[in-house]
């Protein structure tokens, strides 16, 4: 892959403070339109290429931690569909319990099991709430312009 930027974009990517940066993803943020320079690659004539499996896993989990929130509101969505499906369970098993009878109860092992799931879900719930907000935090922290000045009108030039 092979890109040209624009003298502006390469210094909105300059000003952003992260430590790990990947070049394409931001300046497809900071650019209105990106266009890939088509390159003829050779083979490699000797060595071996440093990116292996574990690498491009690494590459792709910085990729999903830097520029998205997404797994930590997964996370309490999950919670979300967790506790509800144990306060489904919850309220039928309690329904159930007084239009059965006591033979229905079973010793009370999916009672057991709904409550848990309640509890859990609950955690992870707050576990994503608290991602969501070191994520809002981790945001400021970058520094990332959030839009870029290309040209301003009927006023002095930057």
Not at 118 to 145: D, K, N, T
Request: charged share 20%; aromatic share 12%.
């Amino acid at each position: 892959m092979l890109r040209a930027y624009r003298r502006e974009i390469v210094q909105a990517i300059l000003r952003c403070k992260e430590i790990s940066t990947f070049v394409p993803v931001l300046a497809a943020m900071f650019a209105k339109r990106v266009t890939d320079i088509d390159v003829d690659h050779c083979a490699r004539l000797s060595g071996r290429s440093k990116y292996g499996l574990l690498r491009l896993i690494k590459l792709q989990f910085d990729l999903t931690t830097a520029f998205s929130l997404w797994p930590l509101r997964m996370v309490t969505a999950f919670g979300f569909l967790l506790a509800l499906g144990g306060l489904a369970a919850s309220v039928t098993l309690i329904s159930l319990r007084f239009l059965m009878g006591d033979e229905y109860a079973l010793e009370g092992v999916f009672t057991l099991f709904s409550v848990l799931f309640l509890f859990v879900g609950l955690q992870f719930m707050a576990l994503g709430v608290l991602g969501e907000y070191i994520g809002r935090i981790y945001s400021e922290v970058r520094g990332r312009p959030r839009y870029v000045i290309r040209k301003v009108y009927g006023g002095p030039q930057p």
